[in-house]
């Protein structure tokens, strides 16, 4: 069944999700239309990143330093934001390439309910740890009082963050990427606009960049309900239907989020643990390991694009019961993945000085950041390669082998080979462990990928 044969005006993925299956270039296009809006989404989010760095930057360095000493945390929290959700992008993805929109609707209910409570819960602890946690981190007394400050007002918006996260997640699934990205880059503009307020014109310095964002993400959680519970076609509410998941589903979802939550915190501690392994270095080291993972974002941003398309191609093709082309989405995505980020490596390594020279005008951090920043060039078509086997196996419903790949990658190698070289080579040798580790990572995500599929086919021909 070809799609040229088919006499119908239907898009791609409902065509799928009846049985059918495309050609190589088909698919490749399907793939590129599907991740665009989300590569886009995030470069806009990197984008307001930098100018974030070069405002509170344009304040000095220790200012700079205090927002990259509880920088990692905030990823901690972050990633544990949007991983709890994932249990239910995922069910509703598989409901949806079933045909079954109504029960996919109950995702959502009973998703938004979950995340919203547990978004409550990491408000409360951000809020007790807040003063403690610069110093758990190293910092300097000189720029403890601004992190405390920066990481309190983070906390306060970790509910708006929370909806957000989910809420794109399950427009995604749906097969709408299109309006996550605008509305991700909406948010951005505004965030750009508040920051400027709030650092500049009511000079609350680097408070004013956390209250920026917390007022964009405040607009963006609004935008986000009213187009799914009012306008989205298949996940908006109807007056007929009520309830929520039953136990069982209910319970599949949270057990499906936890390896996904559990990975974030892994990821997410040996995050704060590098840094507390770099803060004795200096605030030139710190300055110019934040910024450097900044710029670096901007590079591996086109394989979470990818990874945001394999959840949503594997997932409802596994739903729809069509293994072919699932299968086919999961070699396809990963290889055009790492192309994505070969290329956008290249551009890395190229314009380092430029890219590090936008957030800061301090010579020292910016000849430092040049450097790591071409070190980590090397390992990014690797490192796509493991972002989207891990959007992959989320698809597939297998949360739990991207975890234990992480913690062996990460535990393993990465954290304990940086603190062995840290004391010796500095920022730069650190730098050189991410590389061969990233690249190590990229290596065991595409054979456990490769393992999941064949053991898969070959039940399937036994049955």
């Known amino acids: 069944m070809d799609l040229k044969d088919k006499k119908v005006k239907e898009d791609h993925l409902s065509f799928l999700r009846k049985g059918g299956s495309l050609s190589r270039k088909e698919q490749v296009s399907l793939v590129l239309r ?12 990197i984008i307001m990143e930098y100018i974030d760095a070069s405002m509170v930057g344009s304040l000095g360095s220790d200012k700079s330093a205090s927002i990259g000493v509880v920088s990692t945390t905030t990823w901690l929290v972050s990633g544990l934001c949007s991983s709890i959700g994932t249990g239910f992008t ?28 547990f978004s409550g819960l990491l408000l409360v602890i951000s809020v007790i740890i807040h003063n403690a946690l610069p110093g758990w981190m190293g910092a300097d007394e000189s720029i403890s009082k601004d992190a405390s400050d920066y990481f309190l007002i983070f906390g306060l918006s970790l509910p708006l963050m929370q909806i957000n996260h989910t809420g794109a997640g399950m427009l995604e699934c749906s097969g709408n990427m299109k309006l996550p990205a605008l509305l991700n880059v909406m948010m951005c503009f505004l965030d750009v606009g508040f920051n400027a307020f709030f650092i500049y014109v009511a000079d609350m310095g680097v408070k004013g960049a956390a209250l920026g964002t917390l007022c964009a993400y405040a607009v963006g959680t609004v935008c986000i309900l009213l187009s799914i519970l ?7 509410m109807r007056k007929d239907e009520h309830g929520m998941l039953d136990r069982d589903k209910l319970s599949t979802a949270i057990r499906l989020s936890f390896p996904v939550m559990l990975s974030s915190l892994i990821m ?32 591996y941003m086109p394989g979470y694009g990818i990874s945001h398309a394999a959840v949503t191609l594997v997932g409802q093709m596994k739903g729809a019961g069509n293994k072919r082309e699932e299968k086919s989405f999961a070699y396809l ?14 551009l890395l ?22 450097k790591i920043l071409r070190i980590e060039a090397f390992a990014e078509p690797m490192f796509g390669a493991s972002i989207v086997a891990e959007g992959v196996f989320r698809g597939m419903g297998k949360t739990r082998i991207p975890t234990i790949l992480n913690l062996i990658s990460m535990w393993c190698v990465r954290l304990p080979a940086s603190a062995l ?14 590389c061969l580790e990233l690249c190590f990572r990229g290596g065991i995500f595409i054979i456990a990928m490769w393992r999941s599929y064949r053991s898969k086919f070959e039940n399937d021909t036994k049955m």
Do not use: Q
């Not at 009012?230 to 908006?236: A, E």
């Not at 790492?338 to 290329?343: H, Q, S």
């Open 349 to 370: 390594f190229i314009f380092a000085p430029e890219m590090i020279g936008i957030m800061t005008k301090d010579e020292a951090v910016r000849e430092l950041g040049t």
């Open 421 to 434: 070289v840290a004391p010796r080579y500095g920022l730069v040798g650190v730098w050189y462990v991410m």
């Open 230 to 236: 009012v306008f989205s076609d298949k996940l908006r």
């Open 333 to 346: 995505t990963v290889l055009v993945g790492m192309v994505l980020m070969a290329l956008s490596a290249l």
């Open 90 to 117: 995922v069910g509703l993805a598989h409901r949806i390439g079933a045909g079954e929109d109504a029960e996919a609707r109950k995702y959502v209910k009973s998703g938004f309910a979950t995340v919203i409570a």
């Open 34 to 45: 599907l991740s665009f809006p989300a590569i886009m989404a995030m470069i806009s989010t």
């Open 268 to 299: 997410g501690f040996a995050y704060v643990l590098s840094t507390r392994i770099v803060s004795p270095l200096g605030n030139v080291a710190i300055t110019a390991n934040s910024f450097s993972i900044t710029a670096e974002s901007l590079c």
